[in-house]
């Protein structure tokens, strides 16, 4: 088990204190976050007075690395913010700045965070200890104002997250009329809530999707897809809750909305399928419209991410990504396309194409690194590193490594390293793929310091609310979001 920290910015260079008080401070009283002496501690803590548990996984120092700034920024500065302070006297809170193999971690491995420990991270879990309720991995929002609003809105996320019972069981159904009627009444009462936003409607879409047998509980949503065709936040609700690995009922309704007129329903439609992962040729062929005539670079890029996971192995789909992934009209525009081979695994041909593409990159010019695909260079090595092979490795070696042999500048040395990981993780070695996820977030951050319109994305920012709070309930997570998931601190 490795910690992995954020690039350093300049150089791309991959780089249990006091208890918990017996009562809550009055508001503005305290003046520092009152930290749980250790994780048990903190467990049994936030079980015995109801709270969310915020554990803040923050390493000092990175594989005898310098001191890691944005980490040292959130310990001396946004966790001693006064708006901080007070609102953490809601959550239990605990700080783990000790190495990932310690054995605190078996509970974060319990709940299935495994591999590599991110650093810095914050990770939320509900009062029982039982499920994550909000995670944020790396962190991208600097140590001023907006990092206190930016850590504000975790906290009350998960305390609202937190807030949703776990789903109700369905009445079985079965033989009888009273027992079907029963079920069925049930699953009226719930489809009654859709029409009110908040916790209400959240809590019914929930246990819909978590009782579905046979397709009853997935029908009825279906059905409520006309009813609410043009109520923007219900429709988005029940699209976000179709998101579900295997949820093939829901595929085709998805693909249909993909031609909405409401841009949030595109978006939203796009993502979910991916989650799903259907491999009905009308869901691919639907997905493939969308990513190869749409004029929303970030609805194409959704679409090409899902398009990846539906068509992995399919060999027209493998050529259409290696051609957007090299000739999109913008470095943005490429993202979708090269995030998408990630699901082409063992595939040699992908392979040898990503090779390919990463060498017409090639070793950045000039002294400062060169502004152009910063971020695809970096993007597309991790995908080598993700579906790679010896030759691969070899491949990374003669071609990248090596060519940097003569080049005099002081991004030199962090680069180097982000390629010989990207090399050892070709060769299966353990941790190296962590390290390149790593360094991958150290690229967009260094990308979005500078003018964010030349890469293409209007906001500058590579995760939109589509992709963001999603509350999935099966294992399967998109390939990339964590690594898009950070930036360039305060703006």
């Not at 809170?93 to 991270?121: F, H, M, N, W």
């Not at 949820?247 to 693909?255: I, M, N, R």
């Not at 990846?308 to 913008?330: E, M, P, W």
Request: proline fraction near 3%.
């Amino acid at each position: 088990m490795r910690w992995i920290a954020h690039l350093s910015l300049a150089v791309l260079a991959l780089t249990l204190v006091a208890p918990a008080a017996a009562q809550d401070p009055a508001p503005g009283e305290a003046t520092s976050i009152a930290w749980a002496a250790n994780l048990p501690a903190a467990l049994a803590a936030a079980k015995s007075s109801d709270k969310v548990l915020m554990i803040c996984i923050n390493a000092k120092s990175v594989d005898g690395e310098a001191e890691e700034p944005a980490a040292k920024g959130l310990r001396e500065i946004v966790y001693n913010n006064p708006r901080v302070v007070d609102q953490s006297r809601h959550l239990v809170c605990v700080l783990l700045t000790k190495d990932g193999s310690s054995k605190e971690y078996d509970v974060l491995r319990a709940l299935g965070i495994d591999g590599d420990i991110i650093s810095p991270q914050h990770v939320f879990l509900a009062p029982e200890g039982d499920r994550i309720v909000h995670r944020q991995e790396y962190w991208r929002f600097g140590a001023g104002e907006k990092a206190a609003d930016a850590l504000l809105s975790m906290m009350t996320k998960a305390r609202v997250a937190a807030s949703l019972d776990a789903p109700e069981a369905a009445p079985e159904g079965g033989a009888g009329d009273g027992a079907l009627g029963a079920r069925a009444a049930w699953i009226t009462e719930r489809l009654d809530k859709l029409a009110t936003p908040g916790r209400e409607r959240d809590q019914a879409l929930a246990e819909l999707v978590a009782a579905d047998k046979d397709g009853d509980c997935t029908g009825a949503l279906i059905g409520a897809i006309e009813t609410y065709d043009k109520n923007e936040s219900t429709l988005r609700a029940i699209v976000r809750a179709f998101g579900q690995d295997g949820l093939e009922a829901a595929a085709l309704p998805l693909a249909e909305l993909l031609k909405h007129k409401m841009d949030s329903i595109k978006l939203n439609a796009a993502v979910s399928l991916e989650y799903i992962g259907s491999k009905d040729k009308k869901v691919i062929a639907a997905l493939r419209r969308v990513a190869e005539k749409s004029k929303d670079p970030a609805l194409a890029n959704h679409a090409y991410r899902a398009l990846g996971r539906c068509g992995a192995g399919d060999s027209k789909i493998r050529s259409l990504l290696l051609k957007q992934a090299s000739s999109g009209k913008s470095e943005f525009a490429s993202y979708g396309p090269c995030i998408a081979l990630t699901y082409f695994e063992g595939d040699t041909k992908a392979m040898r194409g990503v090779e390919k593409l990463l060498k017409s990159i090639g070793v950045p010019g000039g002294r400062r690194g060169g502004g152009t695909n910063t971020v695809k260079r970096g993007l597309v090595s991790w995908v080598l590193a993700s579906i790679g092979d010896e030759k691969s490795a070899d491949f990374v070696r003669e071609e990248l490594v090596d060519g940097l042999k003569n080049v005099k500048a002081f991004w030199v040395d962090g680069l180097r390293r982000f390629w010989e990981n990207t090399a050892d993780a070709c060769d299966g070695e353990e941790g190296a793929l962590g390290k390149v996820e790593a360094g991958v977030g150290g690229f967009v951050a260094f990308s979005r310091r500078g003018d964010l319109s030349r890469y293409g994305a209007e906001d500058g920012h590579l995760m939109d609310e589509a992709r963001t709070d999603r509350s999935p309930t099966g294992e399967f997570r998109p390939k990339g979001d964590g690594i898009l998931d950070v930036g360039g601190g305060d703006e």
